[in-house]
């Protein structure tokens, strides 16, 4: 018998929104959470701080004293993690603990931590911190969800950079498909803005200078942003049964690797990627097809997403909407692709197709339907999620309306 996945509840915390409602009005609005006052960069070489998500200390009060000395990337996971599984209604008693999953993950995970160590040792001649072995480690974020709401079936973290949180998703599907689970919390979540991060990336020469302009001619980088997207997962017939709210299903997923380069980006890899992902799709009208695309702003990224979609849809990539929310919340890295699942999901139900904002110049190598700077109301019946990172790891995610 097939195994069918449904998505049932998701949480965000992100630049523009502490939490699934607040994120979900900002995309209609074309809000923009990329600053230049996002904190202070006297120190910092670089012009644009980035993305930061809202001050989450209140909250994290009143968790208990590990998640207080947690990782701000674990605080923002457990955060999230918290509302997806009240919005999905799941009551997690013994039985379903152990038969959930909990794959989270993270590009980076406690750079905070990171920083901070190495801030004492060199600055203050002063030894890190006791707990900042369990505050670095990728898989905290999995282990502080898993241990907040007693989950006990397969849980890890998956490090895939900006495919972090896509990987994670459809991994837990497939988990959930080959009945070693029935419900899952899968995503990722990203906690970067530090100094040394920053300096970092800023070296490769692909940090925007003002802000981010995905698929535009006058674009010339990404910007860094923080937060937590995450998915809870059942198996459709087990949430029919227990009178769920199917937000959608997933009807998709396709990983695959370039094998070609760290860092310039593959057509041919993100069009096979796309196509695998659709292969048990049925579209019969491109125009009601979303995609939400990588979208990074870098020069080589968006008109080589362009060219893979074309490859993918053909003729009827004149006929769909493809939009970066990254323009608005800034790039998440590991985290993007669950802030965008969230993106694509939340368009599926309310027909509202998120912008591209700050898109004022247009590129002719970049030739398709972006959603230039207004939301588009349209009907929409499949939503792709695109996620493509260094190294050539590609992940995409296809939701289906419910």
């Known amino acids: 018998m097939t195994r ?36 202070s960069i006297e120190e910092l070489s670089i012009t644009l701080p980035g993305g930061k998500a809202p001050d989450i200390a209140e909250r994290i009060d009143g968790l208990g004293p590990a998640l207080k000395r947690a990782d701000r990337v674990s605080q923002m996971a457990t955060l999230a993690a918290d509302e997806a599984i009240a919005h999905a209604g799941l009551e997690i008693d013994d039985e379903t603990a152990m038969r959930t999953a909990c794959i989270i993950g993270s590009g980076i995970g406690g750079q905070g931590s990171f920083d901070r160590a190495y801030y004492d040792m060199l600055k203050k001649d002063r030894r890190p911190h006791p707990l900042t072995v369990l505050r670095v480690i990728p898989n905290a974020p999995a282990s502080h969800v898993s241990i907040r709401h007693g989950l006990r079936g397969p849980s890890f973290a998956i490090a895939s950079a900006c495919a972090s949180a896509t990987h994670s998703i459809g991994v837990c599907a497939d988990i959930i ?42 674009r010339n980088g990404l910007a860094i942003g923080e937060g937590a997207g995450i998915l809870v997962l059942e198996e459709e017939e087990r949430a029919k049964a227990r009178g769920a709210n199917i937000l959608a299903r997933l009807a998709g997923f396709g990983m695959n690797a370039d094998g070609k380069d760290m860092i310039n980006p593959s057509m041919e890899g993100a069009a096979n990627c796309m196509k695998m992902a659709l292969s ?8 009601t097809v979303y995609i939400n695309a990588h979208g990074t702003g870098t020069f080589l990224n968006d008109p080589t997403e362009t060219k893979a979609i074309r490859e993918t849809f053909g003729a009827g990539a004149d006929q769909l909407v493809v939009s970066s929310t990254k323009s608005m919340h800034g790039h998440l890295l590991g985290a993007a692709g669950g802030v965008e699942a969230v993106a694509a999901i939340s368009t599926l139900e309310s027909g509202i197709i998120p912008p591209t904002i700050n898109l004022d110049e247009p590129d002719p190598d970049c030739d398709l339907n972006y959603a230039p700077n207004e939301a588009i109301e349209r009907r929409i019946d499949v939503a792709v999620s695109n996620s493509f990172a260094f190294g050539g790891m590609n992940a995409v995610a296809v939701f289906e309306k419910a």
Not at 8 to 33: E, W
Not at 206 to 218: G, H, Q, Y
Not at 280 to 287: F, L
């Open 280 to 287: 048990g799709v049925r579209i019969d009208d491109p125009s």
């Open 4 to 39: 069918n996945v449904v998505v049932t509840g998701y949480g965000v915390i992100s630049p523009i929104g502490a939490d699934a409602a607040s994120f979900r009005d900002g995309l209609s609005k074309g809000r923009c959470g990329i600053a230049t006052d996002a904190f």
């Open 177 to 218: 498909r080959g009945g070693s689970a029935d419900v899952g919390v899968a995503g990722a979540a990203e906690a970067v803005l530090t100094y040394g991060a920053l300096e970092a990336w800023n070296a490769m020469r692909i940090l925007a200078d003002e802000t981010c302009r995905p698929f535009s001619k006058n």
